[in-house]
Structures are given as C-alpha cells and as structure tokens.
C-alpha cells in the first residue's frame, strides 16, 4: 500500500517514513493525516477507495486530526480545522533510538483567526518503530487569552471482516450513544463487537484497550494513550455508508474507527501553556 501511495501524489505533499523491515508510514501533509501504516508488510489503516484529495475534504481513512473541535462547530468545518490545514515538516524523518522519527507542525493564520481567533502551535510528533507507532500532539497556547478545545486522533483500523472485530478494555464503562439521541448507557460486554451502526464516546477509559481483528490477517492492536480519557467508537454500517460521497457502499466492513481523544468535556489551556497527548499503538 505505502509504495503505490508514495507514487500517488507529488512528492511535496507527503512525507515517508521508511524502517526497512517492511514498517513503513506515509503522511499527507494536507491535515497531517496518516494515509498508511504498514507493519512488517501487513497494511494497519484503512484508506477508503473513494477518498477524496483536493485538498480541501478531509481525507476518508488513515489517521485526521481533530482539533480544536470534535463534532460540528458554530465557528466551522464538522470536528475543527486541523485536518483540513496544509501541515509544516517541522523536522524530517531521521533515525532516533532506533526509530524513524518526525515532526509536522501548525500554528495560527489569518483563516484560522478568522473563526476562531486565538493563537496557537500544534506539534505533531510520528515515531514509527518496529512493531509499533507513537503518535505525539502537543498544544501550545501561544496567545495571551486562554481558550478550551476539544481533540481526537480519528484512527480508521483495517479490519479483514468487520463481524470477527472486537475491542476489549471498555467493560463497565459509561458511553454517550450518539446514535440514540445521546443516551448514557454503560457497557456491560467484555468484548465490544460491532453489529450496526455505532457512533459511541466511550468516558474515562483506561490507558490501554485491545482491538482485535486488525488487517487482512486479524492482528491484534494495543493502543496505549496519554492524557486521552474518551474512546470514540465509530462505524456507519449498510445505509450510512451509502449516503456518504467519499465512502465504498460496501468498505462498513472491512473498517473500524477507534479514536482515542479528549472530546466528552473540553479542555482549557492557559496562555503560554503547553499541553501532551499521545497514543502508541502497538502490533500484538
Ligand atoms: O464524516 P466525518 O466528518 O469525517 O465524521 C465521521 C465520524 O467521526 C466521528 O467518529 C464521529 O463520532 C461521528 O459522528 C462522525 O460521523
């Protein structure tokens, strides 16, 4: 998958992190979306056919950022602006404790200003290992007012078959059903496997779940997250999936959005301050 998106798109718009062992990553810059994590060979991300790249549509697939609001916006675009902003190679991948490392990067404009007006730098930092990928997005408030925001990295998992999906570490937990009118219910299931259409918020979530029946071949992921409380569980099975322009009618079952992020309540960042989220997620 990497190789034939490497050649897609012009060189300018994508950075390639390269191991050499088969772990290879490629990165959009247009949202600084993730289009494709490849594990020794084996292709973690689902990337919809039907994925638009007019840099103007968030991208369908991969790993979006959301910032600095996740759900539609009074003062824009549905889950922020930081997917759709052209992202800065802040630095280039190079060899790190034997990793291959590098930072993209987003600060303030005139457009973001103009919906939102405060001042900011996002960095985002992509750490790609062995057998594993850490995700780093740190938030400076760079202005002199405070401002809350809400975060999410939209991870879309490659599943070989949606129906031998499940995901584990989130029994006894309260989530918000957006499909029932935003209902709280708490789930009762070891494994949380995914019939229909689902669009839940997981709340306070432990720092490690399980989702297994990742890739063709049904791998297991650990994600390991830092100062991500929420879970965001998400699939728009049959008829959903049929209303949507940039999605196969069909690709409901071959994909499972797990998004680790700080979204049921926002977070309120002081002037000058600095904050760290992160998820590793890690092949089992
Ligand atoms: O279509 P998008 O704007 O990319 O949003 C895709 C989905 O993102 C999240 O998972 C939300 O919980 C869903 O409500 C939303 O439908």
């Not at 949380?192 to 306070?204: A, L, S």
Request: charged share 25%.
């Amino acid at each position: 998958m990497s190789e034939i998106l490497e050649k897609r798109f012009p060189a300018a718009d994508t950075v390639v992190l390269s191991r050499g062992d088969g772990c290879n990553l490629v990165v959009h810059l247009f949202g600084a979306t993730v289009l494709s994590w490849e594990n020794r060979g084996k292709e973690i991300l689902f990337l919809s056919e039907n994925a638009v790249f007019n840099n103007k549509k968030a991208i369908r697939g991969g790993i979006p950022i959301v910032f600095p609001c996740f759900g539609p916006w009074d003062k824009g675009p549905q889950h922020g602006f930081a997917r759709i902003k052209r992202w800065q190679v802040e630095s280039p991948p190079k060899e790190e404790d034997s990793n291959i490392v590098c930072c993209l990067s987003l600060s303030d404009d005139e457009e973001t200003r103009q919906m939102w007006d405060y001042q900011f730098k996002l960095l985002y930092t992509i750490q790609l290992g062995a057998s594993s990928l850490t995700l780093k997005f740190t938030i400076q408030n760079t202005g002199n007012k405070e401002f809350d925001f809400t975060t999410l990295m939209h991870t879309y998992f490659r599943t070989g078959d949606i129906s031998h999906a499940s995901i584990s570490g989130l029994e006894q937990l309260t989530y918000i059903d957006k499909v029932s009118d935003g209902k709280e219910e708490v789930e009762k299931r070891e494994f949380v496997v995914i019939p229909e259409n689902y669009d839940r918020v997981y709340k306070n979530c432990p720092s490690e779940i399980i989702v297994k029946g990742v890739t063709e071949k049904s791998g297991d992921v650990l994600i390991k997250t830092h100062n991500f409380p929420d879970i965001v569980v998400w699939n728009p099975w049959a008829d959903k999936a049929k209303a949507m322009g940039d999605f196969g009618d069909d690709e409901y079952k071959t994909m499972l959005c797990v998004e680790a992020g700080y979204v049921s309540k926002p977070v309120t960042i002081g002037s000058g301050s600095v904050l760290h989220f992160s998820q590793t997620l890690s092949m089992l």
